[in-house]
């Protein structure tokens, strides 16, 4: 994605949420990426700001470098709680107790009940043993207490603590998409999905089950990082926007709004809701809505059925016209590397990305993320090559097929892009492009160097 600073939008909804419980906890967030801190820096932060508790997340990717933190914390004082959450260490809480010793709790799942329960428990001497979602040692047993019910109401939430990294909000963009020094700014309209797709951490973390913010409370917060920070462009970051639970009472929110004139907003949505819904498509890109991220994944109805993915290979081409034809960026992802895949496979996918007529293509490879179906049937037929979890990053091949080694799926996943960004025509058409995002797309990627970090993978 080239140069891409996210806000840390997780750490900021525990952080609100903890404020609106506990308002004589003092908090700050250190945005490492933002501020361009190394681990030294963080060493002395913790030795300056004095905690009782630190807490981090990521996801399995970063495992490592949340392990280091804590790390870091217990070097400083031991006397200092250390704890970690997100999906890949509610998904691996047992092996991540083992593995890292400096991690004292693990919050599994849904974050913001369990964090105050536990900052409590830890004020008051309770036992840590009532405290639901947690998982931690007891002398030297690994405990997994009772599961946390899920928040019912998520409008009940407190807006994200966006004036604890106030100092660092002019830093967030997403360059290639709105330029660098457009406000960058994430806020969360759902959380889960009612897909349970088998490659996907997300559906798993929130329990299966999908829950919304109201209308209002959406557009509110939108209008809310709009007025107050000045953001200009919105990542509503929901697994998946559903077309037919909230866009038409959504769009009747933002018609009635000016700020929508100020601002661009994006979120991901399956090819199936937009050619179910192509009116809504158009109404909410009336209020700003110019960018839709779309899981096409493969063009192998076996592969979808083995990803169950649960879509018709001719939902793409018709999401694609949809967005196309109401001015709105086409953002296609795309999977290689199924334990069926052959390099004949893989060039049919090439040549479908290629006919779909998106304006931007992601390739991805399959891994094996813990907590997922495909992790547990890789684990258990052995398919898994590489442990090194900061290479799960949808970029290191992981695993071979049954026909490609890790190398060739390496290589295979270097053509997709060769071909794809290398094609002159392509590159001419889309910097010539009328579509504005399209035009900055095109010339971002090729300055960057993508295809040679790529290669260097192989």
């Known amino acids: 994605m080239g140069e891409y600073l996210p ?10 949420y903890i404020e609106e419980q506990l308002p004589d906890v003092e908090i700050e967030i250190l945005d490492c990426q933002a501020e361009k801190k190394d ?13 009782s508790i630190v807490a981090t997340s990521g996801f399995t990717c970063n495992a490592y470098l949340c392990a280091r933190v804590a790390e870091i914390a217990k070097k400083v004082n031991n006397d200092i709680f250390t704890v970690v959450g997100g999906q890949h260490f509610s998904a691996a809480a047992e092996e ?10 693990i919050i599994r799942g849904e974050g913001e009940v369990t964090f105050v329960d536990l900052i409590r428990a830890l004020e008051t001497g309770k036992n840590i043993g009532e405290i639901k979602g947690i998982s931690f040692k007891h002398n030297k047993e690994i405990i997994h207490n009772p599961p946390q019910p899920l928040i019912q109401n998520l409008d009940t939430l407190p807006y994200p603590a966006y004036h604890l990294v106030e100092k660092n909000i002019e830093k967030y963009h997403f360059t290639m998409m709105a330029g660098k020094n457009t406000r960058y700014m994430i806020l969360e309209g759902s959380r889960g999905c009612p897909h349970k797709c088998s490659f996907c951490t997300q559906w798993k973390h929130w329990n299966g089950v ?13 209008e809310y990082f709009n007025e107050r920070f000045d953001g200009e462009f919105l990542w509503l970051t929901d697994d998946n926007f559903r077309y037919d639970k909230n866009a038409e009472e959504l769009w009747k ?35 700003g809505n110019n ?43 795309f999977i290689m590397g199924s334990r069926g895949d052959t390099a004949i496979s893989i060039e049919q996918l090439r040549q479908f990305s290629f006919d779909l007529g998106s304006d931007l293509a992601l390739y991805t490879i399959l891994t094996p993320f813990p907590g997922t179906q495909i992790y547990e049937n890789a684990y258990q037929s052995g398919w898994i090559e590489d442990t090194n979890y900061s290479h799960y990053d949808m970029a290191h091949a ?17 053509h997709c892009y060769k071909d794809f960004y290398g094609s002159i025509p392509r590159n001419i058409a889309g910097i010539f492009s009328k579509n504005k995002i399209k035009r900055r797309v095109n010339r971002h990627m090729a300055g960057k160097g993508v295809l040679k970090s790529l290669k260097g993978l192989i």
């Open 7 to 16: 806000p840390p939008a997780g750490l900021l909804i525990l952080a609100a």
């Open 291 to 333: 960018w839709i991220l779309m899981g096409v994944e493969n063009n192998s109805p076996a592969v979808l059925k083995d990803l169950k993915k649960n879509l018709q290979v001719n939902d793409a081409y018709k999401a694609v016209k949809i967005l196309n034809d109401n001015d709105i960026f086409s953002h296609a992802m």
């Open 39 to 51: 681990f030294k820096d963080i060493e002395k932060y913790i030795e300056y700001f004095s905690p």
């Open 210 to 222: 999908w829950r919304t913010k109201s209308a209002r409370r959406i557009a509110d917060e939108m």
């Open 96 to 105: 991540s107790l083992n593995d890292f010793p400096e991690i004292d709790y």
């Open 253 to 287: 929110e933002l018609r009635q709004r000016p700020f929508t004139d100020d601002i661009s907003w994006f979120f991901q949505a399956r090819t199936d809701e937009i050619t179910q819904n192509p009116d809504m498509v158009a109404k909410l890109r009336d209020v």
């Open 398 to 414: 992981i695993m071979p097929t049954e026909t490609l080694s890790r190398r060739q799926v390496q290589e295979e996943l270097f």
